[in-house]
T-cell receptor, first 115, second 113 residues
Framework: GAGVSQSPSNKVTEKGKDVELRCDPI?????LYWYRQSLGQGLEFLIY????????KSGLPSDRFSAERTGGSVSTLTIQRTQQEDSAVYLC?????????????FGPGTRLTVL | AQSVAQPEDQVNVAEGNPLTVKCTYS??????LFWYVQYPNRGLQFLLK??????LVKGSYGFEAEFNKSQTSFHLKKPSALVSDSALYFC???????????FGTGTKLQVIP
């Protein structure tokens, strides 16, 4: 079946512009995660959705970052007034739930470059 | 709180030799442990996980990992390395009571022909 998909695959924007990154999780997966991976770095947790529960936003680095998940499926990560330090690969993952041994399945990522 | 450490930024191994990529963890409850691999310009791919039971877990592409509770380790191993195994490897942990997964900083594996 289809895996996690993300769009666009690459995004180049100018400093100060807003960007939207999209994630389509695997059908039936109730948990969805966003991570940021800067060049040569590990994964930085950003936000997590589980079903209809309030999202865990504890990893969002500033109030310029926000995310929503409509209908328990597709998620959009929005970065307002982008800065050069926002340049990174943004990865989305989904899992059946967010319990114990549930495996996260990752999308290919969106590479964001802020000029 | 939960944390995971990958003490080696890079591991070099000759093709055909056994490889080990190290991972240690810290949790307050029961750990659920994962290994992922990332090839260049790709997302992370799941390799294997430990939930409970047998301490030796077998996964994709001939990889295996050994859960050691006393040493709080979950090292990734393969008996005979291939050049195509060259990639970035991430260890991850979820504490049984948590919903988030914490990832290590990654270890770059270089298999030399």
């Amino acid at each position: 079946g289809a895996g996690v998909s993300q769009s666009p695959s690459n995004k180049v924007t100018e400093k100060g512009k807003d960007v939207e990154l999209r994630c389509d999780p695997i059908s039936g997966h109730t948990a969805l995660y966003w991570y940021r991976q800067s060049l040569g770095q590990g994964l930085e947790f950003l936000i997590y959705f589980q079903g209809n529960s309030a999202p865990d936003k504890s990893g969002l680095p500033s109030d310029r970052f926000s995310a929503e998940r409509t209908g328990g499926s597709v998620s959009t990560l929005t970065i307002q007034r982008t800065q050069q330090e926002d340049s990174a690969v943004y990865l989305c993952a989904s899992s059946l739930a967010a319990l114990k041994g549930d495996t996260q399945y990752f999308g290919p990522g969106t590479r964001l470059t802020v000029l | 709180a939960q944390s995971v450490a990958q003490p080696e930024d890079q591991v070099n191994v000759a093709e055909g030799n056994p490889l080990t990529v190290k991972c240690t963890y810290s949790v307050s409850g029961n750990p659920y442990l994962f290994w992922y691999v990332q090839y260049p310009n790709r997302g992370l791919q799941f390799l294997l996980k430990y939930i409970t039971g047998d301490n030796l877990v077998k996964g994709s592409y001939g990889f295996e990992a050994e859960f050691n509770k006393s040493q709080t380790s979950f090292h990734l191993k393969k008996p005979s390395a291939l050049v195509s195994d060259s990639a970035l490897y991430f260890c991850a942990v979820r504490d049984g009571g948590y919903q988030k997964v914490t990832f290590g900083t990654g270890t770059k594996l270089q298999v030399i022909p």
